[in-house]
């Protein structure tokens, strides 16, 4: 029985290490998106800017280099909220492994008033 409870205790601790890490994975991914949105938001107040400026013949590099680099942020924006997604569907499955870790088989214990009486 107390083998069986250390066991249990020990899977707890994993589960829970197992979160905290992957808690910690999507803070990084949450941060890194809201640098990527602003990255892009950025970008693309730039390009407004310039297009209401007329200065489309001196910002056509720049432009197409803008939108290379916008691709690449979207694409890496995407890929991450892939990442979210799955780290969301991990913790939400590490939740339920935990709950039904930490449930017992067995009944609690019980104790009788007039077992242990000591005469």
Same mark, same amino acid.
């Given at each position: 029985m107390a083998i !069986? @409870?250390?066991v249990q205790r020990t899977c707890a601790v994993e589960a829970m290490n197992a979160r905290?890490? +992957?808690v910690q994975r999507l803070s990084d991914?949450? +941060?890194s998106l809201g640098q990527k949105n602003a990255i @892009? !938001?950025?970008l693309r107040k730039e390009q407004e800017a310039s297009q209401k400026l007329g200065l489309a013949s001196s910002s056509e590099f720049g432009a197409a280099t803008g939108l290379v680099e916008t =691709?690449?942020?979207k694409a890496e924006v995407s890929m991450l909220e892939e990442i979210v997604k799955s780290l969301r569907e991990e913790v939400k499955f590490l939740k339920e492994?935990?709950?039904n870790a930490?449930? =017992?088989l067995d009944p609690?214990?019980?104790y009788d008033e007039a077992r242990t009486k000591v005469v």
């Open positions: !069986e @409870i250390q905290d890490a +992957v991914a949450y +941060v @892009i !938001e950025c =691709s690449k942020l492994t935990a709950n930490t449930r =017992s609690p214990p019980r």
